[in-house]
């Protein structure tokens, strides 16, 4: 996320008063924000594990290694060291086989014909560090039946700006196939899931979406793509508050010192900005079966040197497309504790990995098929920081398949004080040749109701 003050309008002093808030392109400082901004941070501090290798080890558990989750091929070859780009390519195509498990997230749900009498079954199913979001599970379903976005002051019911602003926990449903335009950011409030299963839903060639410091929110099964800047008017983001936003960059979504989230199935390309940011003490995350293509900066986790509150971020990205088109930033890591693992790396034009201020990264079991620029098989990039510095940041690469000269430059104690991983808690360099298997259906999935998905 870039901002400047340039870019952002100031009633009176505000950056000085609260520098926290700086970037969050709220305009108008009042107690709500205030408040909502003290209330993330305990959410922060309650989210963290101070204890990360425990997450990454339950992972591992439920990937469970010897195990085949699909029923079948997996298009690779049957022989990943000798895979080619040409046979990682075409997972956009549409699958008209019968119905394959192929992860531990997808077989605590999929494959069922009557997934959609049992939707909330999904909040169960989430791994990795955004384990324990739940989503609007708690809370009744609502249906999204108008794709209109008009009134960003009093929007109409039916609609999915009505539903996200609510204050009580909602699960987010749509009546039909859906292409929604947003005139403005759509700012979600806590406890919500926005569940795309059953309809093809897309939301693009207006704004993004932002989680503000909120906790507790689901976003499944949407196409997200054509994100632009959002310009400044007044929004309401919750029943009983409005105010004046600035102009936003044009993240697909932008988590904001929120907690507990959870992205799933989502395809994403081509947004002004970033993919995801997460940034501002948001921890507590989990970025999983996604497809990202034809996009330069696809996703940032932490995005000041100087915000030193984001060392308490941690993010697991697992079972991704990383595919056509893509250029750096896959993730982009500032400060905190992210974990990469099982993940399927087709394409980039730049570098994948990348980090800051000492960032831990742990890389497990991913594929990373370098392009054939000579210039671009290192997998990772360290900015703004000498050898002599960066030589100590924890980066480590533990099974990962590199193929067409992809070169991964570990550092770091091998063998942490903090982090003393074992054989049990990280993946062994077995599990990459299953990444064709496990990312097979990343991306937003074809639902239809009484079907199975």
Known sequence: MTTSTS????????????????????AEYDEFWKQREREAWKNTLAAYDPNPENVTRKLNQHVNLNRIWDLGGDGDGGNATTTTRRS???????????????????????CRANWADNRKKLADCVVGF???TEGGKDGDFYVV????????????????RWAVIQKEPLWIIFAHDMHIKLSHELIIQSKKTIDGRGANVHIGYGAGMTL???????????????????????IRD?????????????????????????????????????LIDAVQGSTAITISNCHFTHHNDVILLGASDSY?????????VTFNHFGKELIQRMP???????????NDYTHWKMYAIGGSKHPTIISQGNRFVAPDDSKAKEVTNRNYASEEEWSKWIWRSEGDLLLNGARFRTSGQLKSPHYDFTKMEMISAKPATFVGRLTRFAGALDCRKGHEC
């Open 7 to 26: 870019r952002l309008v100031f009633l009176f002093s505000f950056a000085a008063l609260i520098p926290t808030l700086w970037g969050s392109f709220i």
């Open 88 to 110: 990682l390519r075409g997972k956009h195509k549409k699958y008209t086989g019968p119905c394959m498990v192929t992860n531990p997230i997808d077989k605590c749900w999929r």
């Open 130 to 132: 955004g384990h324990k």
């Open 145 to 160: 039946t108008d794709n209109s976005d008009d009134d960003m002051l009093n929007p109409k019911h039916g609609t999915l």
């Open 212 to 234: 503000q410091f909120v906790q507790d929110v689901i976003i499944s099964n949407i196409h997200v793509h054509h994100i632009l800047p959002s310009q400044s008017t007044v």
């Open 238 to 274: 919750s029943v009983d508050h409005y105010g004046l936003r600035t102009m936003g960059d044009g993240d697909g979504i932008n988590i904001f010192g929120s907690t507990n989230i959870w992205l799933d199935h989502l395809s994403m390309s081509e947004c002004q900005d970033g």
């Open 308 to 316: 030193e509150r984001d060392k308490l971020m941690q993010v697991t």
């Open 332 to 342: 982009r890591c500032r400060w905190g504790f992210f974990h990469v693992v099982n």
